[in-house]
T-cell receptor
Framework: RKEVEQDPGPFNVPEGATVAFNCTYS??????FFWYRQDCRKEPKLLMS???SGNEDGRFTAQLNRASQYISLLIRDSKLSDSATYLC?????????FGKGTRLHILP | DGGITQSPKYLFRKEGQNVTLSCEQN?????MYWYRQDPGQGLRLIYY???????QKGDIAEGYSVSREKKESFPLTVTSAQKNPTAFYLC????????????FGDGTRLSIL
């Protein structure tokens, strides 16, 4: 089993819809978690950290479920500009692991 | 503006040639990283450095070398021993060592001639 797994997608979603991404991790010692956005042929950019209590930034909500070992990212009222690949990152003391990402296409 | 600058944006390597990718940051970050990304793949760690004059191998260090003589600079050399160097190379930095919260440069695309 891979240490960090994401559905590769692509997710094709109409504009205005709500999109949910999940990312599972296998090592229970993982300590911190992040979501990145990567546009085609560009560098990843940090979208948000994921806190135990869950956190929200505008249309974006991130949640952590330690018991089931997954993190999620919810995008509400999706925009065309949200089209990108979304990467989850899992951090433990000695390692940082990037998921392969989920591609999102927002359809007009 | 603070950030990370990678150069060149595109690089072509001939057989048997070593090439060096530049990475400079003015974020005053101690930790710096080099990743390789292949199409449809996640980022794989090549080397990282937590402090000047110190660096550690990542998951795929074979065929690569680095140096960290200055806090701001972390160049990566792709040696002729790396038989499949064609990839997108990304440099990153973080304020804390081994942090998943990283700032990335805009990458260098390396191809073989």
């Amino acid at each position: 089993r891979k240490e960090v797994e994401q559905d590769p997608g692509p997710f094709n979603v109409p504009e205005g819809a709500t999109v949910a991404f999940n990312c599972t991790y296998s090592n229970s010692a993982s300590q911190s978690f992040f979501w990145y956005r990567q546009d085609c042929r560009k560098e990843p950019k940090l979208l948000m950290s994921v806190y135990s209590s869950g956190n929200e930034d505008g249309r974006f909500t991130a949640q952590l479920n330690r018991a089931s070992q997954y993190i999620s990212l919810l995008i509400r009222d999706s925009k065309l500009s949200d089209s990108a690949t979304y990467l989850c990152v899992v951090n433990r003391d000695d390692k940082i692991i990037f998921g392969k990402g989920t591609r999102l296409h927002i359809l007009p | 503006d603070g950030g990370i600058t990678q150069s060149p944006k595109y690089l072509f390597r001939k057989e048997g040639q070593n090439v060096t990718l530049s990475c400079e940051q003015n974020l005053n970050h101690d930790a710096m990283y080099w990743y390789r990304q292949d199409p449809g793949q996640g980022l794989r760690l090549i080397y990282y450095s937590q402090i000047v004059n110190d660096f550690q191998k990542g998951d795929i260090a074979e065929g690569y070398s680095v140096s960290r003589e200055k806090k701001e600079s972390f160049p990566l050399t792709v040696t002729s021993a790396q038989k499949n160097p064609t990839a997108f190379y990304l440099c990153a930095s973080s304020g804390q060592a081994q942090s998943g919260a990283q700032h990335f440069g805009d990458g260098t695309r390396l191809s073989i001639l």
